[in-house]
């Protein structure tokens, strides 16, 4: 049975208990919610794996306090700092060297020798995180290459009885995954796009951003098939077929729409959600209008991508 708590100081110092005693919290943060067990503890970690049925090669993101919390973790630099003091706390993933002192679980990095790491935004993240004080190893909570959750009830849908409780804190705000920013070359990589455009990350650091080089899995997130509703996904549809459930943006006619007034930031917030309303009507496809690629729609079509992707 998952124990559901609140954002109570007393749940919350419930919640950093179970943490210290090997155990699996999800809890919200301003992105989807988090499955977290302590980053330091194999044992721990591997029932992220577990409960997820996660592929063991796909490296899991480090939640932090803050950014000195992080500088104990990953190997820093001047572009590590730049980007903290920008866009920490908030919805940004840095993948930094890993230092050999930084006493996480070998399953955190899934064998490579760098780590993700970020300071999520939110009070109830926050507070778990200082409550805890340590760092906590979380992916989205729902399983592996399934939906993301955007609220209590999407997690407790996929993982009820696998994971010992869950911070119940009402719906994300941004409502999908962070960006995250290889830092282990000689130029900043865009790795995935998630809740802090490229736009943004380039203007503060002044320069583009470069590609992967290799189709190795580096970061969290990069599965090609991954975030995947059990219905066939029809996407840049510009118009429905029979039978088909439909998923718009911009003023249309559709089973249920992203952003009737075309706003970017909506859809990133609606897109997990509306994918498991859709997913609950038992429809053999979705067909998907067409997002922009600029800003946050990148992110967003980056999603629908995998969750179309052969399975």
Not at 6 to 19: E, K, P, V, W
Not at 62 to 87: I, M, P, T
Not at 298 to 310: E, K, M, T
């Amino acid at each position: 049975m998952t124990e559901r708590l609140t954002s109570s100081h007393a749940d919350i110092a419930r919640a950093a208990a179970i943490l210290r005693a090997q155990g699996l919290i999800a809890f919200p943060t301003e992105t989807v919610y988090g499955l977290g067990a302590d980053a330091r503890d194999g044992r721990a970690v591997a029932r992220i794996y577990a409960a997820k049925g996660r592929p063991s090669f796909n490296p899991l993101i480090v939640h932090v306090a803050d950014a000195q919390r992080a500088r104990a973790l990953g190997k820093w630099s001047d572009a590590a700092q730049a980007l903290a003091d920008a866009f920490w706390p908030g919805p940004l993933s840095l993948v930094l060297p890993l230092r050999k002192d930084a006493g996480l679980s070998d399953l955190v990095t899934a064998g490579l020798q760098s780590v993700a790491i970020r300071v999520p935004a939110g009070d109830l993240a926050q507070d778990l995180l200082r409550a805890f004080d340590g760092p906590i190893a979380a992916p989205s909570a729902n399983p592996s290459g399934r939906i993301s959750p955007t609220t209590a009830a999407h997690v407790l849908a996929g993982l009820e009885g696998r994971i010992d409780a869950i911070l119940d804190g009402g719906a994300c705000g941004v409502g999908l995954e962070s960006t995250i920013i290889g830092l282990t070359g000689a130029v900043p990589t865009l790795l995935r796009a998630g809740g802090v455009p490229r736009e943004a990350i380039e203007a503060q650091l002044g320069f583009a951003l470069a590609h992967p080089e290799s189709s190795m899995i580096s970061a969290p997130g990069q599965l090609a098939s991954h975030y995947a509703p059990n219905a066939r996904m029809r996407l840049d549809a510009k118009d429905w077929r029979e039978g088909e459930l439909t998923l718009g943006f911009g003023q249309m006619e559709c089973d249920l729409n992203l952003s009737e007034s075309a706003d970017l930031l909506e859809a990133a917030a609606n897109l997990f959600g509306h994918l498991h309303l859709l997913d609950a009507m038992d429809g053999a496809q979705i067909a998907v209008a067409p997002i922009p690629q600029t800003g946050l729609g990148a992110a967003i079509n980056d999603r629908l991508g995998r969750a179309a992707a052969p399975r």
